[in-house]
């Protein structure tokens, strides 16, 4: 009764049962909004498409509403159960370290932790860096990883600058490719971190957010593969078959013309640009590939 009033409960179409609407926290704004919006959809839920000010949005097809919140509150909103589950950066919830469960990796936001120096400085390894002093908004993770003693410079933006201002011989922050460093003179010189969109839950996660997890799990692992189709002499398919990469074996169907196989199979995304020249080579013919939507183990 209480959370009816809350105006929590829905009753989904054609159902008495009145069911708990799930809710999950979507960045607000910044880099991860448009592909959290996105993988939602593509996981079939139907987001009403939100407008820029907007503060949540339902779902059409699914009892789940969306809130948008700063993608750095993500992690105490889940812990606090504002919210049963969230999209945010793994940066931000191995930063935070908050009560939390890491359920699916989302590929997307990809990124790494890295810590950097000045183009010219004598530091080459992060080992060197001990003793001085280095400029981060990640004080918890770059207390954790950087080996030995540094003093850290805890900084909010503009952290390239920090060297360069003479506030740090080092810095630890995000990157991607690796033009922000170079932009401003810096280079990397180690690792931290590997970070990419996660999507969390609390210790113990509501059904549905883990049924969810599974359901973008598939999405993700069908943005990672396509299915490929060819035909081939069947003569040739001892080669083709060893050339098709793929979680199965492939699957060989008889086409009409004698002699001839039609191959099936899923292939990593990756891959395809070197497949396809050496299937090719080696007699396939009428190849197509095609995206996946869903991809269940
Ligand atoms: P934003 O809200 O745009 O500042 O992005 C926040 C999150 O995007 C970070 O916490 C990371 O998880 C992810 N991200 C991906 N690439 C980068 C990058 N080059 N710099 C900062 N954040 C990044």
Same mark, same amino acid.
């Given at each position: 009764m209480a959370a009816e009033r809350r105006g929590r409960l829905r009753?989904? &179409?054609g159902s008495p049962e009145? *069911? +708990?609407?799930?809710?999950? @926290?979507?960045?607000?704004k910044g880099r991860l909004r448009e592909p959290a919006i996105e993988l939602i959809h593509d996981a079939g839920l139907g987001p009403e498409t939100p407008g820029d000010r907007a503060l949540a949005f339902p779902c059409r097809n699914a009892p789940v509403e969306a809130l948008l919140v700063r993608a750095e509150d993500i992690p105490e909103y889940v812990q606090d159960g504002v919210v049963d589950c969230g999209i945010t950066g793994l940066d931000i919830v191995r930063e935070r370290a908050l009560d939390v469960t890491e359920l699916v990796l989302l590929g997307f936001g990809a990124c790494s932790l890295e810590a950097a120096v000045q183009s010219e400085s004598p530091v080459r390894s992060l080992g060197d860096l001990r003793g001085g002093r280095v400029a981060t908004?990640?004080?918890r993770l770059a207390r954790d990883l950087l080996p030995g003693d540094v003093e850290l410079v805890d900084v909010s933006g503009s952290v390239e600058l920090a060297p360069r201002l003479?506030? #740090?011989? #080092?810095?630890?922050?995000?990157?991607?490719?690796?033009?922000?460093?170079?932009?401003?003179?810096?280079?990397?010189?180690?690792?931290?971190?590997?970070?990419e969109a996660v999507l969390i839950g609390p210790p113990e996660p509501r059904d549905d957010a883990l049924q969810l997890a599974g359901v973008f799990r598939s999405v993700v692992d069908a943005r990672? @593969?396509?299915?490929? !189709?060819?035909?081939?002499?069947?003569?040739? *398919? +001892? =080669?083709?078959?060893?050339l098709v990469p793929g979680s199965r074996a492939p699957s060989v169907l008889p *086409?009409? +013309?004698?002699?001839?196989? #039609?191959?099936?199979?899923v292939v990593p995304a990756q891959d395809v640009w070197r497949l396809l020249? &050496? *299937?090719?080579? #080696?007699? @396939?013919?009428?190849?197509?590939?095609?995206?996946? =939507?869903? !991809?269940?183990?």
């Open positions: 009753t989904r &179409a009145p *069911l +708990e609407r799930l809710r999950i @926290a979507v960045p607000s908004s990640f004080p003479g506030l #740090a011989d #080092a810095i630890v922050d995000l990157v991607s490719s690796g033009s922000t460093l170079r932009t401003n003179g810096l280079r990397s010189i180690g690792n931290l971190l590997d970070s990672g @593969a396509r299915y490929l !189709m060819l035909n081939a002499p069947e003569e040739s *398919l +001892e =080669e083709i078959c060893s *086409l009409a +013309e004698p002699g001839m196989v #039609a191959v099936h199979s020249p &050496a *299937l090719e080579a #080696a007699g @396939a013919s009428s190849i197509l590939l095609v995206p996946l =939507e869903r !991809m269940l183990a």
